[in-house]
């Protein structure tokens, strides 16, 4: 039984930084890609950040300000946001293909195929 869970949402005001965890129990994502994702009242839902098996990186917009980055031993992924802005108040999600040998970058751009879905952590910006 796959479970994501994510923690580190909150209010912060414009030009803070917030840090999300995401920890994955039952799935191996040292196989397969795991991504954030983020949908904002009347919005679809958006790719933010996904990491690849081999620890390589891709960002579908942020200007630099996020940066994904992983913790093997404790199976969790991390995302820590810098200099937010009001237009990055969102749910933010973590996700993962079911299918193996997922495409990534594809992946987060388009959120194709079947994927596991955290419950989200709402962040806020003012």
């Known amino acids: 039984h796959v479970q994501l869970v994510e923690s580190g949402g909150g209010s912060v005001q414009a030009g803070g930084s917030l840090g999300l965890s995401c920890t994955a129990s039952?799935?191996?994502?040292?196989?397969?890609?795991l991504g954030w994702f983020r949908q904002a009242p009347g919005k679809e839902r958006e790719g933010v950040a996904v990491?690849?098996?081999?620890?390589?990186k891709y960002y579908a917009g942020s200007e630099g300000r996020f940066t994904i980055s992983q913790d093997s031993p404790k199976n969790t992924v991390y995302l820590q946001m810098n200099s937010l802005k009001p237009e990055d108040t969102a749910m933010y999600y973590c996700?993962?293909?079911?299918?193996?040998?997922?495409?990534?970058?594809?992946?987060?751009?388009?959120?194709?195929?079947?994927?596991?879905w955290g419950q989200g952590t709402q962040v806020t910006v003012s």
């Open positions: 039952g799935y191996t994502y040292s196989s397969n890609c």
């Open positions: 990491i690849y098996p081999s620890g390589g």
């Open positions: 996700a993962a293909p079911l299918a193996s040998r997922t495409p990534c970058a594809r992946w987060l751009r388009e959120i194709v195929g079947d994927n596991y």
